[in-house]
Structure formats: structure tokens, C-alpha cells
């Protein structure tokens, strides 16, 4: 494992990777000050950074990609609105039901293949109170995720993302961008990412998973939407004090870690394409696209093949609980920066043991 020797190949998420040397010493000798009095210049240096990447106005810094999706979502709805968003996206399936919770919204979702929706989906789905006597709720927000997670790490094409943003904004809704993994997205189409995100009115930036850092989170878009959303950072219980030693190291991720995640794809393209040879699992190689593998199993069979790769000391995770996937089991693995070829190799090798 680079940096961190172990006897595991650790490919549950992106989330497990430790802070690498380099970036410790950076978290240490970072310049601080109270970010909850706006002060601490590390934490405003970040924002401003990530503000200018993706060519907004304003960004903000925030513990988690749940917490920068919950105020993106309080600061651009009111209770008793609706959203618009995948039936598999991370917004409806993993963050708590806090969308209903926290901002008091409904929500109205949309099927599409490899957790992508199309702008014809989206339209279908947007409900107003204008026309309805009132039994519609207002249809104010579309949130897209990109890379589509439960898709298997799939990736928008540029002029669908395009097209959904006309479509929220031709029907007075705003677009919100869940870009956890947007680097992903970024390297693996060769987009840039002003572009990316160009049409979009929020966009959340996780540090955390690719990028390689400990904590945090960054929402950015236009600065009164900014503003709204640092008032709910407060009463979320999202307001950091010497928040700089965390956002020293989202800098040094921004500065290194974003054009070696092209290693991660490639790796997982070479994992992916060795299992879906094997007879006992199928993988949809299409959806392989960024650095994330789902492999299907037959069904039930996906608990017993994470105990099996763990017995062999590969870690992935079965995501049976809460997904329908039809006549099969799956389990998903996760490549990152602590990932080696020779961890890629003994992967295969487990996998292939484990049938």
C-alpha cells in the first residue's frame, strides 16, 4: 500500500485513504485563525481556490458531502417544495432522508440507466403549483451526481448536463451539481471542470474520497447563495474554528492529487476487465468509467464473497441492503490512492479464488 504498509488491499471506498506524508506536513505548518469569525486565512484561501476552478462566484467549506448537499438543498428551496433527482443518487439513498428532514422537501425521482437521467426524465418529472389546483407541490430544484455512484462510477456527457440545467432553469428551478467525485468526471472526460459545471448554480466538491484529504467538503456558486448557505452551515452544527490545518490539506489535494486519479481509473478498468472474465461474476464494463467497480454475483451470494475476499485480505463492500438489483447480488470495490498494481493483482487473484 503507498505510504501506509498493511496486509489488506483496502477497496471498501475512497473514503478510507489516510493523509499522505506530504500532506501531514502541510496540515501541521498550517496558518489558522477562527473560521467561524471568517478569519482563518487557510480556510479562505481554499474557498477562494476551488471559487476561481470552477469560475463561481463564492464557495464554502464544510465538514462533510452530506452536509453541503443539506444546505445547498436549505438554501435554494422552502418547505413544502419539491426536488428532482435519481432514484439511486446519493441525495435520495444515503444521506438520511435529510432533504424531508432538514428543508422540509419532497422529492420526485427519475429512473435512467447507469444512475444518469436524461433532460426528457428530468422535464417529465418537474411538477408546479401553477396549473394544478394546488395539489402539485413547486417542483424549485434539480440535483444531479457526478460521477453517478450506484451508475458504477458513470459519467455525464457535456451536453446532457447542458440540457438538464436549460431544463431546470426554463422551468424557474435551480441546478444543484452533487460533484463528490467531479475529478473523477473532470479526468476521466477531459473536460474542464469550469465547463463541467458551467450552467450549474451549486456545485459540492468532496475532499475526501479521490483527493485524498481527511475531512471536508466545499459547496460553491454565486455569492448570495453562499451567504444563505453559511447562515445554514451555523445551524446544521457545520461551523468550524481552526478549521485551516483541515482545509491545508484540500489545498495540497487540489495542487496534487487531481491528475493522478487517471492511475485510479486505470486500475480499476484492469481489476474490472479481469473479474467480468471469470464465470462466477459479471460486471457491466460500460459503467466502469471512473474508479469504481460493481461486480454482480448470483443472488445472496454477496455477503459470503466479502467474507471470502476478506479471508484472502481484500476488503470490498456488498450492497444488498437497500438497492434492488434484480436476479443478482453486487458487491462494490473502490480503487484509490493507496492502491498499487500489485494490490490490483492480488485482488484478481482473491477474486478468482473466491468463486
Known amino acids: 500500500m503507498r505510504d501506509y504498509p498493511s496486509d489488506r488491499v483496502d477497496l471498501r471506498s475512497d473514503t478510507v485513504t489516510q493523509p499522505t506524508p506530504a500532506m501531514r506536513e502541510v496540515m501541521a505548518a498550517a496558518e489558522v485563525g ?5 478569519d482563518d486565512p487557510t480556510v479562505i484561501e481554499l474557498q477562494n481556490r476551488i471559487a476561481e476552478m470552477l469560475g463561481k462566484e463564492a464557495a464554502l467549506f464544510v465538514p462533510s458531502g452530506t452536509m453541503s448537499n443539506a444546505v445547498a438543498i436549505k438554501s435554494q428551496t422552502r418547505p413544502g417544495d419539491e426536488i428532482v433527482t435519481h432514484r439511486k443518487s446519493h441525495i435520495y439513498m444515503y444521506e438520511a432522508g435529510g432533504y424531508a428532514v432538514l428543508s422540509g422537501c419532497s422529492i420526485s425521482l427519475v429512473e435512467g440507466h447507469r444512475g444518469l437521467m436524461s433532460p426528457e426524465d428530468v422535464q417529465m418529472a418537474i411538477r408546479k403549483v401553477a396549473g394544478s389546483d394546488s395539489h ?3 417542483c424549485t430544484l434539480i440535483c444531479v451526481e457526478n460521477t453517478a455512484n450506484v451508475g458504477g462510477g458513470s459519467i455525464y456527457d457535456q451536453d446532457t448536463l447542458d440540457a438538464i440545467c436549460e431544463v ?3 422551468n424557474d428551478c435551480r441546478a444543484h451539481l452533487d460533484g463528490a467525485r467531479l475529478f473523477n468526471a473532470v479526468i476521466a472526460s477531459g473536460v474542464d471542470a469550469a465547463r463541467m459545471v458551467r450552467d450549474f448554480d ?10 485524498g484529504a481527511p475531512v471536508g467538503s466545499v459547496l460553491v456558486g454565486d455569492a448570495a447563495t453562499i451567504a444563505e448557505a ?3 452551515r451555523k445551524m446544521f452544527g457545520g461551523g468550524m474554528r481552526q478549521a485551516g490545518v483541515l482545509a491545508a490539506a484540500g489545498i495540497y489535494a487540489l495542487e496534487n492529487n487531481i491528475e493522478r486519479l487517471a492511475e485510479d481509473h486505470a486500475r480499476a478498468r484492469r481489476l474490472a476487465e479481469a473479474v467480468n472474465s471469470m464465470e ?4 457491466d464494463l460500460g ?3 471512473s474508479n469504481m467497480v460493481y461486480i454482480d454475483c448470483r443472488k445472496g ?3 459470503a464473497l466479502v467474507d471470502s475476499l476478506g479471508e484472502r485480505g481484500v476488503d470490498v463492500l456488498d450492497l444488498e441492503q437497500g438497492v434492488d438489483y434484480g436476479d443478482v447480488s453486487t458487491v462494490r470495490a473502490v480503487v484509490h490512492l493507496h492502491i498499487t498494481d500489485e494490490d490490483i493483482d492480488r485482488a484478481i487473484a482473491a477474486f478468482e479464488a473466491a468463486q
Open 287 to 289: 459503467a466502469v468509467q
Open 280 to 283: 462466477a461474476y459479471s460486471i
Open 202 to 211: 451549486t456545485i459540492s466538491i468532496c475532499l475526501s474520497k479521490g483527493l
Open 301 to 303: 451470494a454477496a455477503k
Open 34 to 38: 477562527d473560521d467561524v469569525l471568517g
Open 136 to 138: 402539485y407541490p413547486e
Open 230 to 232: 453559511h447562515r445554514w
Open 168 to 170: 431546470a432553469h426554463s
